[in-house]
């Protein structure tokens, strides 16, 4: 289970442009290993912007069928796209990190949540991952850095890159621990 904004792409508030779409460094050879390693890849992301009347739900689409194009492009099958278009102050159980779209990716992939990662930039990705029993991995990427001196929620582990991620979850599930 990936985080979207600050984890893969540059985190632009509200993008609603899909040719604005750029890749944090390590994102594709970190993704690269997971994809070719086996590894079943989930986006989960909060995307208030349409809420907030700022992405329109045409773009976002846009957004995610580029998205998915240029990671296809790479080699890389992105196997569902999870995302909460409310607003922060809705209460509802789908933005993280409540569970809803976890929910929701488990029955279109059926995998264990226990035996997942969540890789992200911020506390709520790493509260989502926790609440699902993920093992989690906060990227210093996007907000990763301000994210790392909270002394709030603890990740598992804490990385650079999202290719770093990826060598300690192959090192994990090889046992190389």
Do not use: W
Request: some cysteine.
């Amino acid at each position: 289970m990936l985080d979207r904004d600050g984890t893969i792409i540059k985190n632009i508030p509200y993008l609603s442009d899909p040719d604005l779409i750029s890749f944090l460094p390590g994102a594709i050879a970190g993704l690269n290993r997971l994809a070719h390693a086996g590894f079943s890849l989930v986006i989960i992301s909060n995307q208030s912007g349409i809420a907030r009347g700022l992405v329109t739900q045409d773009q976002l689409n846009a957004i995610h069928t580029r998205l998915r194009k240029l990671l296809a492009d790479e080699g890389i099958t992105i196997s569902g796209i999870y995302y909460c278009p409310h607003h922060p102050d809705d209460q509802c159980v789908c933005r993280k990190p409540q569970p809803g779209l976890l929910n929701n990716a488990i029955r279109d992939n059926r995998f264990d949540p226990k035996e997942s990662f969540m890789i992200g930039d911020s506390m709520v990705d790493i509260g989502f991952g926790k609440n699902a029993g993920a093992y989690t991995i906060l990227v210093r990427t996007g907000n990763g850095k301000e994210t790392e001196s909270l002394a709030q929620i603890r990740p598992d582990c804490i990385v650079d890159t999202l290719a770093d991620a990826a060598v300690v979850i192959l090192r994990i599930t090889s046992g190389d621990v």
